[in-house]
C-alpha cells in the first residue's frame, strides 16, 4: 500500500519544534525549582528566549502545513483518522496557547522582554494581576500539553504494536520521488 507521507519542511519542522519543546517543559521543570537569586534569573531569560522561538517555530509550522496538505493514513479506519487529527488540532492550540501565555505573563511583568539579549517589544504594562493570571495559564496549558505529548507518542507505539508503523511518515523516505 502507498503510504502518503509527510514532506521534508513538514518532518523538518515537526523534530525541530518536538526537540525545542520537550525541552521547554524539562528546563520549566528544573527551574521552577530554583530559588530566587541569578540562577533562576539566568534559567527563567533562557527559558524565555528558547520559548518565543517556539511561538515562532510553530507559527512557521502551521503556515508550511496549511499550504502543504497531507492525505490521512489510509490503514487506519474513519474514526482512527478522525480522532488522529483531532488530536493533532488540539496539540497545534496548546502549541499557540502555551508560549503566547508565557509570553502575556512576561508582558505584564516590570522587566524587559529579551530573547538571546536581545530586547523585543512587549503586549503588555506592570500588572501583578494580569501577570499571574497569564503566568497560571502558561502552567495550566503547559502541563495539559505535557499530557497530549505522552497520548501522541503512546498513540505512536500502539499503532506499532499492532503493525501499522504510522511514523514512517514522520521520516524522511529513502527513495522519495523527485
Ligand atoms: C518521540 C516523540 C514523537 C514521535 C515518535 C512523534 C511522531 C509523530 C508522527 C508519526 C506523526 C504523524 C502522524 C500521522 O501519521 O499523521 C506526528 C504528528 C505530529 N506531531 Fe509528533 N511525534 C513526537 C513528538 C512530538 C512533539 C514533542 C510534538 C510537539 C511539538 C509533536 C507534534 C506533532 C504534531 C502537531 C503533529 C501533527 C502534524 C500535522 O498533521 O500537521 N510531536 N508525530
Ligand atoms: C512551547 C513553549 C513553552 C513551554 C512548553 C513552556 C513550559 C513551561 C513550564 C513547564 C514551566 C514550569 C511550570 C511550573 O512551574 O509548573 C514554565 C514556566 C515559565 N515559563 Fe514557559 N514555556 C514555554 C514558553 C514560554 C515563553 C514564550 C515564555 C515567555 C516569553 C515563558 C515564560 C515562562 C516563565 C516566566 C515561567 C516561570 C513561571 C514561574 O515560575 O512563576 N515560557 N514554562
Known sequence: MNIPRYDRGAIALHWLHAILVVG????????????KGPERSFAIGLHKSFGVVALLVV???????????VAPDPRLGALE?????????????????????????SSFTQYPMKVFGLAIPKAGWPDEALNAFFNGAHKLFAWTLLVLLVGHVAAVVIHALRGQPVLVRMLPARNRPG
Open 24 to 35: 521547554l517543559l524539562g528546563w520549566g521543570l528544573y527551574m521552577s525549582d530554583l530559588p
Open 59 to 69: 507559527a512557521l509550522r502551521l503556515w508550511w502545513r496549511l499550504a502543504h496538505p
Open 81 to 105: 483518522q478522525r480522532l488522529a487529527g483531532a488530536g493533532h488540532i488540539a496539540l497545534y492550540v496548546l502549541l499557540v496557547a502555551t508560549p503566547l501565555a508565557g509570553y502575556l505573563s
